[in-house]
C-alpha cells in the first residue's frame, strides 16, 4: 500500500470512528432520544402481551414474564431520563411534566407496579385485568403528559 | 390638514355611516332559532340517545374538572384552550338553573343545529354545531331525551377566556352567516349499510372533521383535504391523518382497528392516546360493537 493511500484510509477510518463518536456522544447526553428508545422497546415488547390478549397467541406464563420485566426496566430507564429542561423540539414530552413533578411520577410508578404485576402473572384468569391496568397506566400518562406527534 | 374634523357636517356623516355600519353588524348577526313548529310529536328512544351521546364523545368536552365528585356525569367547566382564547363548556346535565333543565326541545334543536343558546345568543364554534346540523332530527330529540334523565348537576363555570367576549360573541353570527350555509353533511357513495351508518356517526354526531379535517384562514373546514389532518387545534403538534390508514400500515383491517377502538392504549394502541383522543376513545369504546365496526369501515374506506 502506497503512503497516499495508507494516509487516505488512515483518515477514512478516523473519520468514521469520530463520527461514531459524536453520535454516541450526543445520544448519550440527549435524555430525550434515550427515553424515547426506552419507549420503543417498551411499545415493541406489549405486542406481544396483546397477541396473547385477543387470542393470537396461547397464553404463555414465560412469554409475560419476560416482556413485562422488559417492560419494566424500560420504564425505570425512562423514568430517569426527565431532567428539568428536556422537553421542546421534537420531545413528545408536555410542560406539565416539569410543571406537576408530583403528578407525573405517581403516573410512572403507577405504570410501573403495573408492570411488575404483570410480570407476576401466572395464571391465565389474570391476564386480563393486569393487561388492562398497565395499558390503562400508559394511556393515564399519554392522555396528560404527552403531546401530540409533532 | 387637521387630524379631527370639526365641521358639525362632517361629524355627523361620520355618526351616520357608524349607525349604518353598526345596524348592518346587528342586522347580519341577529339570531334566526329553530322554530318550535317544526318539532315533530317524538317517542324519546334512549337507547339511542345514549349512542349518540358517546358517538359525539359529549362527556369528553362536557366533561367536570378533575377532582369533581360526579365525574361521570356532563356538568361542564374543563377547560378548553383554543387559538383564541379557553372555554369553559356548558353544564348540559338538567339543573334547572346552570344546565339544560329549562331548554324545551326546540332549545336544544336550535344549540345542536344553529349554534344559538335559548336566549338568542351565539355559541363559539368551539362547541361543533357545524357538524351536528347532519344530525337526524328524531336523533338529536333521543339525545336530548338522554340528556334530560341525567341526574341534574349545579356547576357553575367562569366565563370563556375571550377578550372583549361580548362582541366576538355576537361576531361569531358573522362567521355562522359563512360556516351554516355551506350544506351539512350529507351521506353519498353508500357500499353497504354498516359503511353508511358509519359515515353517519363520524360526521354527524361524531364531528371527526372538527380536527381531522385541516382548517383555512377563515376556519372553515377545508373539504378539498378531507380528513387529512393537521395543526393540532390546542396549538401543540399535530392531529393526523385518517386517510389511508391501511395503505400506510398504520391498522390491518377493520377488526383491527375496530380493536384499538374499543380498547385504545389499554392494548397498546399508543396512537390513540394523547391530544385528546384518548378522552374520545374511552367514549367510543360505549359504542355498540357493530357501531365502531361500522366506525372502522367507513374511515378504512378513506383512500
Given at each position: 500500500m502506497s503512503l497516499t493511500k495508507r494516509t487516505l484510509a488512515l483518515s477514512a477510518g478516523l473519520s468514521i470512528a469520530?463520527?461514531?463518536?459524536?453520535?454516541?456522544?450526543?445520544?448519550?447526553?440527549?435524555?430525550?432520544?434515550?427515553?424515547?428508545?426506552?419507549?420503543?422497546?417498551?411499545?415493541?415488547?406489549?405486542?406481544?402481551?396483546?397477541?396473547?390478549?385477543?387470542?393470537?397467541?396461547?397464553?404463555d406464563a414465560a412469554v409475560v414474564k419476560k416482556n413485562a420485566s422488559t417492560i419494566l426496566e424500560k420504564l425505570k430507564e425512562a423514568?430517569?431520563?426527565?431532567?428539568?429542561?428536556?422537553?421542546?423540539?421534537?420531545?413528545?414530552?408536555?410542560?406539565?411534566?416539569?410543571?406537576?413533578?408530583?403528578?407525573?411520577?405517581?403516573?410512572?410508578?403507577?405504570?410501573?407496579?403495573?408492570?411488575?404485576?404483570?410480570?407476576?402473572v401466572t395464571d391465565e384468569a389474570a391476564y386480563m385485568p393486569a393487561m388492562k391496568t398497565l395499558g390503562g397506566s400508559c394511556k393515564a400518562c399519554h392522555d396528560k403528559y404527552r403531546l401530540p406527534k409533532q | 390638514m387637521r387630524l379631527f374634523p370639526r365641521s358639525p357636517r362632517v361629524l355627523a356623516a361620520i355618526a351616520v355611516v357608524l349607525a349604518v355600519a353598526a345596524f348592518v353588524f346587528w342586522w347580519l348577526t341577529r339570531p334566526d332559532p329553530f322554530p318550535a313548529s317544526a318539532i315533530p310529536?317524538?317517542?324519546?328512544?334512549?337507547?339511542?340517545?345514549?349512542?349518540?351521546?358517546?358517538?359525539?364523545?359529549?362527556?369528553?368536552?362536557?366533561?367536570?374538572?378533575?377532582?369533581?365528585?360526579?365525574?361521570?356525569?356532563?356538568?361542564?367547566?374543563?377547560?378548553?384552550?383554543?387559538?383564541?382564547?379557553?372555554?369553559y363548556p356548558q353544564n348540559i346535565t338538567p339543573d334547572r338553573e346552570t344546565g339544560i333543565g329549562g331548554w324545551s326541545e326546540a332549545d336544544f334543536v336550535s344549540a345542536m343545529?344553529?349554534?344559538?343558546?335559548?336566549?338568542?345568543?351565539?355559541?363559539?364554534?368551539?362547541?361543533?354545531?357545524?357538524?351536528?346540523?347532519?344530525?337526524?332530527?328524531p336523533d338529536l330529540l333521543d339525545l336530548r331525551a338522554y340528556l334530560m334523565r341525567l341526574k341534574p348537576v349545579r356547576a357553575v363555570h367562569p366565563p370563556h377566556g375571550v377578550p372583549l367576549l361580548g362582541f366576538a360573541r355576537r361576531g361569531v353570527g358573522l362567521w355562522k352567516r359563512l360556516a351554516l350555509a355551506r350544506p351539512p353533511w350529507s351521506a353519498a357513495g353508500g357500499t353497504s349499510a354498516s359503511w353508511m351508518r358509519g359515515?353517519?356517526?363520524?360526521?354527524?354526531?361524531?364531528?371527526?372533521?372538527?380536527?381531522h379535517n385541516p382548517k383555512n384562514w377563515l376556519m372553515l373546514e377545508d373539504l378539498g383535504r378531507y380528513m387529512q389532518g393537521g395543526p393540532h387545534p390546542a396549538g401543540d403538534g399535530k392531529v393526523p391523518s385518517l386517510v389511508g390508514l391501511q395503505a400506510r400500515e398504520k391498522y390491518?383491517?377493520?377488526?383491527?382497528?375496530?380493536?384499538?377502538?374499543?380498547?385504545?392504549?389499554?392494548?397498546?394502541?399508543?396512537?390513540?392516546?394523547?391530544?385528546?383522543?384518548?378522552?374520545?376513545?374511552?367514549?367510543?369504546?360505549?359504542?355498540?360493537?357493530?357501531?365502531?365496526?361500522?366506525?372502522?369501515?367507513?374511515?378504512l374506506s378513506l383512500k
Open positions: 469520530l463520527a461514531g463518536a459524536w453520535g454516541v456522544a450526543r445520544a448519550a447526553d440527549n435524555p430525550a432520544h434515550q427515553r424515547h428508545e426506552a419507549m420503543e422497546t417498551v411499545q415493541e415488547s406489549f405486542k406481544p402481551l396483546r397477541a396473547i390478549a385477543v387470542k393470537e397467541a396461547p397464553f423514568h430517569g431520563l426527565f431532567p428539568e429542561g428536556s422537553g421542546g423540539g421534537d420531545s413528545r414530552a408536555k410542560a406539565e411534566i416539569w410543571s406537576d413533578r408530583a403528578g407525573f411520577d405517581k403516573a410512572m410508578q403507577e405504570a410501573q407496579a403495573a408492570a411488575a404485576a404483570m410480570a407476576a | 310529536t317524538h317517542q324519546a328512544n334512549l337507547e339511542n340517545g345514549e349512542t349518540l351521546y358517546h358517538a359525539g364523545s359529549c362527556h369528553a368536552c362536557h366533561r367536570p374538572p378533575e377532582g369533581a365528585s360526579d365525574a361521570s356525569l356532563p356538568s361542564g367547566g374543563t377547560p378548553f384552550p383554543t387559538p383564541i382564547g379557553v372555554f343545529t344553529r349554534g344559538l343558546a335559548p336566549d338568542g345568543r351565539h355559541y363559539f364554534p368551539a362547541f361543533p354545531y357545524v357538524a351536528y346540523r347532519a344530525m337526524r332530527l359515515a353517519y356517526l363520524v360526521n354527524a354526531p361524531g364531528h371527526c372533521g372538527e380536527c390491518e383491517d377493520a377488526a383491527q382497528l375496530t380493536l384499538a377502538l374499543q380498547n385504545g392504549e389499554e392494548l397498546g394502541f399508543e396512537d390513540l392516546s394523547s391530544g385528546g383522543m384518548g378522552l374520545i376513545q374511552s367514549n367510543l369504546a360505549k359504542l355498540p360493537e357493530s357501531d365502531v365496526r361500522a366506525i372502522s369501515e367507513y374511515l
